[in-house]
């Protein structure tokens, strides 16, 4: 009876978490480390009511629970093994050949060619813009925005910021296409500039927190995609539901990988060693499975 009150504001922690991070703009904004550790805390106090034998995991028998976490470890496994293979594709396709023009991508399209998934070059276009908090004028920014230190080093963390215009493109010298863009795909260099906290969002400068406070000087370490900026897409560029139109997707149709300011052998060498590390915790966690099955 003395965990009861401990098993209600975990119930309700765990309502609190469901609405919150159920909104579609959760993910985004949202910093992992929190949820890491609200994890952990979750597992140490499902122990701590089995060693005291109270809590749903007295319901089952320890060999059903050992089969139930080897049958996650394999789900993960395989999670993590298809996303090393997304990625492994896409090293592939940076280190096998070299960036093709989306003119040329589209006048093959235009002979009749089936849809090629390749890289492809060209600039970065928007029908729209948008203002980072350090003043750049652009069609998508990540930002995060934080306190001066005298010594250099990153400062408190103030706010994290990203937009981007409702339509990309990447256009070529006589012809372009729509992009399909998420910002976990993204490779561009972190560019530190300074703002100024409370000033209007006219001047360039990051929202207001309070109104009426002086302004406050601050730096935006940010990912910039400037209008009419060179950039490499790895994706399949295809037609467009409209006549005329041409999009660059990714595999099944998802986003596509976008590079700024990367050249895309080293890209490719980058995205393989992150494909294998994803293959090698894909086998440990199929080792760790079948430990669990075993015992």
């Known amino acids: 009876m003395a965990f009861a009150p401990l098993y209600a504001a975990g119930l309700g922690a765990l309502v609190v978490a469901a609405f919150a991070f159920g909104r579609k703009d959760a993910q985004a904004f949202s910093p992992r480390g929190p949820l890491a550790w609200f994890a952990l805390l979750a597992v140490m106090f499902a122990f701590v009511a089995l060693r005291y034998g109270m809590g749903p995991l007295t319901w089952v028998s320890l060999g059903a629970l050992g089969h139930g976490v080897g049958a996650g470890l394999l789900v993960g496994a395989a999670g993590l093994a298809v996303v090393g293979s997304r990625v492994r594709g896409r090293a592939d396709a940076l280190k096998s050949e070299a960036p093709r023009s989306i003119d040329e991508g589209v006048a093959a399209l235009r002979r009749g060619e089936t849809p090629h998934w390749g890289v492809y070059r060209g600039r970065l276009g928007a029908s729209d813009s948008v203002t980072s908090p350090g003043g ?47 910002p976990r795909l993204l490779l561009a260099p972190q560019q530190t500039r300074p703002c100024l906290l409370g000033m209007p969002a006219e001047a360039g400068s990051a929202n207001v927190p309070v109104e009426g406070l002086p302004a406050e000087e601050a730096l935006s370490y940010e990912r910039v995609g400037k209008l009419g900026e060179a950039c490499l897409v790895v994706g399949e560029l295809r037609p467009g ?10 595999r099944q149709g998802g986003p596509a990988m976008v590079i700024l300011g990367n050249p895309g052998e080293s890209t490719g060498s980058q995205l393989s060693r992150r494909a294998w590390r994803l293959f090698a915790a894909a086998g440990g966690l199929t080792v760790a499975a079948a430990w669990m099955f075993a015992s």
């Open 241 to 250: 539901p409209v006549r005329g139109v041409y999009e660059l997707r990714g």
């Open 136 to 182: 750049v004028v652009c069609a998508f920014y990540e930002a995060e925005v934080r306190s001066v230190r005298v010594d250099g080093s990153k400062g408190a963390l103030l706010s994290v910021e990203r937009a981007y215009a409702p339509l990309l493109q990447i256009k070529g010298e006589k012809t372009e296409a729509a992009l399909s863009f998420s």
